[in-house]
């Protein structure tokens, strides 16, 4: 049997700026032909991380394979990689068909077969009706699209993309999220995607490596990360989950596992609950989420989210006195050392 190969490793990544550390000894394996989502909030290291893979940041310590191969001191173009940049960078004077075949024409790859691959990659982005305009004429989405091309000219084993949907509206957004997974479906090479976004990472990543502080706080599956987040961070930053004490320590319950009466109607024994006071009930169409104090502990908030048959079948109101309850079995114990 064939064993999985990986496409990127990084050994004791390090990055420092003076006496400042932006990425600390990180370990990362990815997979290849993956989809990998590098996620955190501002200054966690996530596009320094990218940068150094790239080459376009000199490592201070450890090391960068692509496919098994030491590249942490060759230059960019020697690496396997491309990246697709937040600002597309086009060069305004070229048509998108001169664009995306600009680095082959650099190479000294013949008109025929350079305009040819071009065409190709113009076809897999769906920007062949395009070819003749300038980067001007050109919408953003569509700038981005032709961006895409440019950096898949070369047939990188990896393709780097730093906050690629950040400029983008939020209705384009999510219809180029689609695409940007079944390109990477299609040519079967490994991405490798930072975005502050949990949503997008969480649609996009087989893998989701969440980061903070340069350090990397947990790697895993998308469900793995969002079912059973490992520490305090993980469980906050990926949203949707209350951290509750409990005789073990720390715990996180999801906020959709969560169930929520109004106070004179005691919990059921077998759940555990806390009595608190709703701050606010956010209507979301399919869901709602409602916002709790616990009566205990100064400041401390709880969110519960209901279907929204759920929540109209017995609703509360801000300021109702209510009892928020959970499952055992919906507790999931987190770390809290090094945070
Ligand atoms: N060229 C530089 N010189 C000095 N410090 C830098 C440099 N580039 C990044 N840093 C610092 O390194 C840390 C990590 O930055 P990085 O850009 O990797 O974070 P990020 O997670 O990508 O953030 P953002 O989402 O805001 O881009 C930050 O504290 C940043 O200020």
Same mark, same amino acid.
């Given at each position: 049997?064939?064993?999985?190969?990986?496409?990127?490793?990084?050994?004791?990544?390090?990055?420092?700026?003076?006496?400042?550390?932006?990425?600390?000894?990180?370990?990362?394996?990815?997979?290849?032909?993956?989809?990998?989502?590098?996620?955190?909030?501002?200054?966690?290291?996530?596009?320094?991380?990218?940068?150094?893979? +790239?080459?376009?940041?000199?490592?201070?310590?450890?090391?960068?394979?692509?496919?098994?191969?030491?590249?942490?001191?060759?230059?960019?173009?020697?690496?396997?990689?491309?990246?697709? @940049?937040?600002?597309? +960078?086009?060069?305004?004077?070229?048509?998108?068909?001169?664009?995306?075949? @600009?680095?082959?024409?650099?190479?000294?790859?013949?008109?025929?077969?350079?305009?040819?691959?071009?065409?190709?990659?113009?076809?897999?982005?769906?920007?062949?009706?395009?070819?003749?305009?300038?980067?001007?004429?050109?919408?953003?989405?569509?700038?981005?699209?032709?961006?895409?091309?440019?950096?898949?000219?070369?047939?990188?084993?990896?393709?780097?993309?730093?906050?690629?949907?950040?400029?983008?509206?939020?209705?384009?957004?999510?219809?180029?999220?689609?695409?940007?997974?079944?390109?990477?479906?299609?040519?079967?090479?490994?991405?490798?995607?930072?975005?502050?976004?949990?949503?997008?990472?969480?649609?996009?990543?087989?893998?989701?490596?969440?980061?903070?502080?340069?350090?990397?706080?947990?790697?895993?599956?998308?469900?793995?990360?969002?079912?059973?987040?490992?520490?305090?961070?993980?469980?906050? @930053?990926?949203?949707?989950?209350?951290?509750?004490?409990?005789?073990?320590?720390?715990?996180?319950?999801?906020?959709?596992?969560?169930?929520?009466?109004?106070?004179?109607?005691?919990?059921?024994?077998?759940?555990?609950?806390?009595?608190?006071?709703?701050?606010?009930?956010?209507?979301?169409?399919?869901?709602?989420?409602?916002?709790?104090?616990?009566?205990?502990?100064?400041?401390?908030?709880?969110?519960?989210?209901?279907?929204?048959?759920?929540?109209?079948?017995?609703?509360?109101?801000?300021?109702?006195?209510?009892?928020?309850?959970?499952?055992?079995?919906?507790?999931?114990?987190?770390?809290?050392?090094?945070?």
């Amino acid at each position: 049997m064939r064993m999985p190969q990986k496409d990127v490793e990084l050994v004791g990544l390090t990055k420092r700026f003076g006496s400042s550390v932006a990425v600390n000894t990180i370990d990362l394996q990815i997979a290849e032909a993956s989809y990998c989502c590098l996620l955190g909030p501002s200054g966690c290291g996530k596009s320094t991380t990218l940068r150094m893979i +790239a080459g376009h940041e000199e490592a201070t310590s450890g090391d960068i394979l692509v496919r098994d191969k030491q590249v942490t001191h060759l230059p960019p173009s020697r690496r396997g990689t491309a990246m697709m @940049f937040q600002s597309y +960078a086009l060069f305004p004077h070229l048509n998108a068909r001169d664009n995306v075949a @600009f680095s082959l024409q650099m190479r000294g790859v013949g008109k025929a077969e350079r305009n040819a691959k071009a065409q190709d990659l113009l076809e897999l982005v769906e920007m062949t009706d395009y070819r003749d305009r300038r980067p001007h004429e050109l919408s953003g989405g569509q700038q981005q699209r032709v961006a895409l091309a440019r950096a898949l000219v070369n047939e990188p084993s990896v393709l780097l993309l730093d906050e690629p949907l950040s400029a983008l509206d939020p209705f384009l957004r999510i219809r180029m999220r689609e695409e940007l997974k079944r390109i990477q479906r299609d040519l079967g090479i490994t991405f490798i995607h930072v975005t502050h976004s949990q949503d997008e990472a969480l649609a996009l990543g087989d893998q989701v490596v969440v980061m903070q502080d340069g350090e990397i706080r947990q790697s895993g599956t998308a469900r793995d990360v969002y079912e059973t987040p490992q520490n305090e961070f993980v469980a906050r @930053f990926i949203g949707g989950h209350n951290i509750l004490s409990s005789e073990r320590g720390p715990v996180s319950v999801r906020a959709d596992h969560m169930a929520i009466a109004p106070a004179d109607q005691a919990a059921p024994a077998e759940r555990r609950s806390l009595s608190g006071t709703v701050g606010a009930v956010e209507y979301q169409g399919s869901r709602v989420r409602i916002t709790v104090a616990e009566d205990s502990v100064t400041d401390r908030r709880h969110v519960v989210e209901l279907g929204d048959r759920d929540y109209f079948a017995a609703p509360v109101s801000a300021g109702a006195p209510v009892n928020v309850s959970w499952m055992a079995a919906d507790e999931h114990p987190l770390k809290t050392a090094g945070l």
